[in-house]
Each structure stands twice: as C-alpha cells, then as structure tokens.
C-alpha cells in the first residue's frame, strides 16, 4: 500500500508537495504544504487526510483541489498510507 501510494504520489501530488513531501524544488517554494512536519492545516489524522485528499482544501482557490474524481478511494488511501509513513515520530 505504502510503495503504490509512492508511486501515485510522485505522478500527482509531488508537482505541488515535492517528491520528499518538503514543498520544496530546489530551494524555491513549491504551492502545496509540507507534508513532512508536524504542521497540519486541515488536520493531522489518517480519516482527516483523506478527507482533505478526497475532497480538497475547504477553500480551493487557496488550496488543495479535490481528487476523488482522479483517484479511486483505494488509491486515495494508498496516497494516505505514504504521507503517514513519511511522518516524524
């Protein structure tokens, strides 16, 4: 689940979160939040990712766009299950 969720990561979410999950590209900002500290905007927990994933930021505009129309709901978890494993203890 983990290595799946790496793989859809990369191909759709590092272009705004980085491939180390940093929002970073070279030392330039990238437009998504890092998602390797312990910050959260929306929520920290596995069914909050996933909602946030599922359906985006609450303000699109300034955030994060939906992707259930993208990825499955098993791909969404998969996505889930690699941020969380990516998380400082």
């Known amino acids: 689940s983990v290595s799946k969720g790496k793989e859809i ?3 759709k979410c590092a272009a705004c979160h980085g491939v180390d999950l940093s929002s970073k590209l070279n030392g330039m900002q990238l437009p998504g939040l890092p ?9 920290h927990t596995p ?7 599922t359906n985006g930021s ?3 505009t300034k955030g994060m766009i939906p992707w259930k129309t993208q990825l499955s709901p098993s791909e969404i978890a998969q996505v889930v299950s690699y941020i969380l494993s990516k998380q400082p203890s």
């Open 9 to 11: 990561f990369i191909a």
């Open 47 to 53: 069914l909050q990712i996933m909602n946030t994933v």
């Open 35 to 43: 998602l390797n500290d312990t910050e959260w905007k929306y929520g």
């Open 58 to 60: 609450p303000d699109v």
